[in-house]
C-alpha cells in the first residue's frame, strides 16, 4: 500500500523558484516502541530521500526515527529547463519506491 | 454576546420548564473542528499533495475498481463511477437498514455490501483496507451538506444517541456534552476542546500518525473519560455517531480531514 502523491508545477519560467512538494506513505516505526509482551518492534523506516531533475541531483535528506509516519518532504529548487523529476525513497526492510514528475520550462 | 445569549437561554428556559439542557450549541454558531486549528494544520488539509487522508483515498479507488470474493465482482461493477453514485451518500451516514432494522454506519454499510454482494469476508474495523474504501466513498461528499436523520425511522435512534450523549459516566463522570456542548469555546490541556462534529470522518490525525474512523475518536473521547469503551460496530456507538452526524445536519462534509 506504498503510494506517494507529488506536487511539481507543470509548468514554469525560466530561472522562476519552484516549490516541490512530496508525500511518501511509510509507518516510520521507530525501533523504541515495545508490544504489550515487551518485545521490541523492529525499526521499519524512510533512510533517505532524493530528487533527480533530468538526472542531476538537487536534493537530498536523511530520515530518522524521530521523522512522523508517512513522511512530508518539501523544498524549493531553480527551473532551468523542460524535463523530469525523479524521486525515490529507500528505507528498512528493502523498502524502495519511486516516482517522476514532468515540468514544461517557457 | 454569547453569553447574553445564554443568560437569555437560560431565564427562557427556566421560565418555559423545557427539559433541554440550556447548553445545546445554537444553529448559528455551530464549527466545524477545522476552524479551530492551526494555519499549518488547515493548510495541510486543504492541499490535496499534503493531505495525508488522500494517501488512503488513493488506495481505496483502486480497490474499488479490484474485484474481491466468491462472487468475482468490484464495487464498480455494481456502482460504476464513485464519483457520480457516492456522491452524496457519506453525507447521510450513518443511514438506516431496513433487513436490519437498524442504523448502519458507513463502515458496516461497505462491509454488508461485501458479505451479501460480493460474498467477500467483512473487513476487520481500522484494518487499511476499510479505512481506504470509507475514505474514497466519504471524499466524493466533499462540500455537500450534511443530511443524516432525514429518515425519520431513525428518530429513536437519534434519541438514544443524544441521551448517551448527555449521559454522564466514567470515573471522572463526565458526559460528552460537558465539554462539547458546554466548554467547547475553552481548552483541556493546551488542546481545543471543539464542538464534536463530525464532519471530516474518516480523519487523518497527527496524534494517530494515520488515518482512523469516527468510531475510534468515540473510542478514544471514552477511555479519556475512563469509562469503558463500546466495542467497534457496537449499536450504541452507531447511536452516537448518528446523533453527532444529525447534530451537525447541513455542515459541509470535508473528508478526509486532517486534525492535530
Given at each position: ?40 518492534v ?18 537530498r ?46 | ?28 454558531e ?63 451516514y ?82 460528552c ?32 500518525q ?11 473521547c ?39
Amino acid at each position: 500500500m506504498a503510494s506517494a502523491l507529488i506536487n511539481v508545477p507543470a509548468t514554469a519560467k525560466r530561472g522562476d523558484i519552484i516549490e516541490i512538494k512530496t508525500l511518501m506513505s511509510h509507518i516510520m516505526e521507530t525501533g523504541y516502541r515495545r508490544t504489550a509482551t515487551g518485545e521490541v518492534v523492529p525499526r521499519d523506516i524512510i533512510t533517505s530521500f532524493s530528487c533527480r531533475y533530468n538526472g542531476v541531483e538537487v536534493f537530498r535528506a536523511d530520515l530518522f526515527p524521530a521523522i512522523a509516519a508517512n513522511p512530508f518532504i518539501t523544498f524549493f529548487t531553480v527551473a532551468t529547463e523542460s524535463g523530469k523529476f525523479e524521486f525515490e525513497w529507500i528505507g528498512d526492510k528493502g523498502f524502495s519506491e519511486t516516482a517522476s514528475a514532468s515540468i514544461t520550462v517557457e | 454576546m454569547r453569553s447574553v445569549r445564554t443568560i437569555i437561554a437560560a431565564i427562557l428556559l427556566i421560565a418555559t420548564a423545557s427539559p433541554l439542557p440550556a447548553s445545546e450549541i445554537p444553529q448559528g454558531e455551530r464549527r466545524s473542528g477545522f476552524s479551530f486549528m492551526t494555519p499549518e494544520t488547515r493548510a495541510m488539509q486543504e492541499d490535496d499533495t499534503s493531505n495525508p487522508g488522500m494517501l488512503w483515498v488513493l488506495d481505496g479507488e483502486t480497490l474499488w475498481k479490484s474485484k474481491a470474493g466468491a462472487a468475482g465482482k468490484a464495487c464498480a461493477d455494481c456502482h460504476d463511477d464513485a464519483r457520480a453514485s457516492m456522491k452524496g451518500v457519506a453525507a447521510r451516514y450513518p443511514a438506516f437498514d431496513k433487513a436490519l432494522g437498524r442504523p448502519v454506519n458507513l463502515e458496516q454499510r461497505i462491509n454488508l455490501c461485501r458479505t451479501t454482494h460480493q460474498h467477500a469476508t467483512p473487513l476487520a474495523y481500522e484494518s487499511g483496507e476499510l479505512l481506504a474504501l470509507t475514505a474514497f466513498v466519504a471524499e466524493q461528499s466533499r462540500g455537500v451538506a450534511i443530511e443524516t436523520g432525514s429518515d425519520p425511522q431513525l428518530k429513536p435512534f437519534i434519541d438514544k444517541g443524544r441521551e448517551l450523549f448527555m449521559l454522564r459516566q466514567g470515573q471522572l463522570n463526565l458526559a460528552c456534552a460537558n465539554c462539547h456542548d458546554d466548554n467547547w469555546d475553552k481548552r483541556l490541556a493546551g488542546s481545543a476542546i471543539t464542538q464534536g462534529h463530525p464532519t471530516g470522518y474518516p480523519i487523518y490525525r497527527l496524534e494517530w500518525q494515520t488515518l482512523g474512523s469516527l468510531q475510534r475518536r468515540l473510542r478514544g473521547c471514552i477511555a479519556g473519560i475512563r469509562a469503558e469503551a463500546y466495542d467497534y460496530g457496537a449499536p450504541e456507538l452507531v447511536e452516537l455517531e448518528l446523533y453527532l452526524m444529525s447534530r451537525a445536519k447541513g455542515m459541509p462534509m470535508e473528508a478526509p480531514a486532517v486534525r492535530p
